[in-house]
């Protein structure tokens, strides 16, 4: 089977679709459509077609931007997640493959049940990949997040009898032109603690790593595409369950830049790991600090299950970040940093990790973290709750979302520092 594009076959095939050649049952053809991320969906729809044995060539159209024409490569290099050998014309972009490739693999770190990759089991995966593709990386066990005071860390992992990790992982250009820093929420599971989930909400809880597993996706990719950015990148790992020494709700524990923190409900866990992510991240007050997460279900209320979230205090730059999104075919759509509610995070001594209210959990989330970014530091709050996953529950049905708008923030980024 060959994969190819071509203008003549857009009316026969919806943007972003594929079908089989009338003429040449072999052939499949896909029409980019006319943005990217039809043309992602085009490259996920004929990688999905892709037999367990190949050789399959890629054929990409003459006349069609480059940028549409990667995405499309990099589509088929994720939807087809490893099957048959893809062989691609010299018309395809460089480093369409590895995006594809780290699309796959923040997929895989998603999919992955509990069992099979825990705190420990995901630190140790990090490590071996940073040693392959030339990270540096240093991992936290208990001992070291106590010298760090990394109490949020320390408490939401208190539960299970598998101890929590904090893995720093760094890409480190000869020369680099600025810095940025990401956070990803690594739940490997969320059971919500002692405040337990109903069993239906609990299904898909393995997926609640996703923002470590894009984060550590993006790390792994970037030296094959040697952008001159320094990335950072911070991955809190922790099974939230219930056991003899869980936190309970109502308990105060201290954050790594000192703030205290009183989990009144152990089921919003995501932003106490995180506080400590971002306390450390910007102790180096990089160009940009971005924490990613499945952190609201509230955000997929507002949004539906296609468009993630983004809040910011700085308006430019949280355009910049829909912008590069929408580059990259990934749906995001700004929610406001409203102040107006940030008395519902506040306690006499520090911060509360739930709102006491039902309504605007997503915007009291971003103020929670906000408390642990100084006002002078560039920083998003990305909520991926609702791109994150698609089918039910015993799907495989990680997306990886998210990957392709940091690798295009970074893109654009260094055109613009260079």
Known sequence: MDVIDADLWRAAVPAGGTAIDPSDPAVLLAAL???????????????????????????????????????????????????????????APAGAIAIGNAVDLAKLLTDAPANVLGPVDFAALATDLAGQVGLECTVHDVDSLEQLGCGGILGIGAGSDRP??????????????????????GVVFDSGGLSAKSPAAMMD????????AVVLAVL????????????????????????PHSIRPGDVVTAADGT??????TDFEGRVILADALALAVRERPDLVVDLATLTYQVVIGLGPEIAGVIGRDAALTAEWVAAGAAAGEAWWPLPYATRYEQQMRTPSGVRNHP???????????????????????????????????GDASAEGATGFAVRTVIELVTRRTRSNG
Do not use: C
Request: proline share 9%; glycine share 14%; aromatic share 4%.
């Open 220 to 243: 792994a990719v970037l030296p094959s595409l040697g952008l001159p950015i320094e990335v950072r990148g911070l991955l809190p790992l922790v099974e939230n369950v219930p056991g």
């Open 164 to 185: 929590p990790r904090l893995v720093d992982l760094r890409y480190r250009p000869a020369q680099p032109i600025g810095r940025i820093t990401l956070a990803g929420k």
């Open 356 to 390: 006491m209210t039902d309504s605007g959990r997503a915007i009291t989330a971003a103020l929670f973290l906000g408390a642990f970014v100084p006002q002078d530091q560039p920083w998003l709050h990305a909520d991926i709750a609702g791109p994150t996953w698609r």
């Open 260 to 265: 205290e923190i009183q989990v009144m409900d």
């Open 205 to 212: 809880m393995r997926s609640d790593k996703a923002g470590a």
């Open 33 to 91: 459509g006319p943005d990217a991320e039809s043309a992602w969906q085009a490259g996920l729809s004929a990688g999905a077609a892709v037999p367990e044995h190949g050789p399959v060539r890629v054929e990409t159209p003459q006349g069609v931007a480059a940028d549409a024409v990667g995405t499309f490569v990099s589509g088929v290099v994720a939807g087809a997640r490893g099957r048959g050998g893809l062989l691609l014309d010299g018309d």
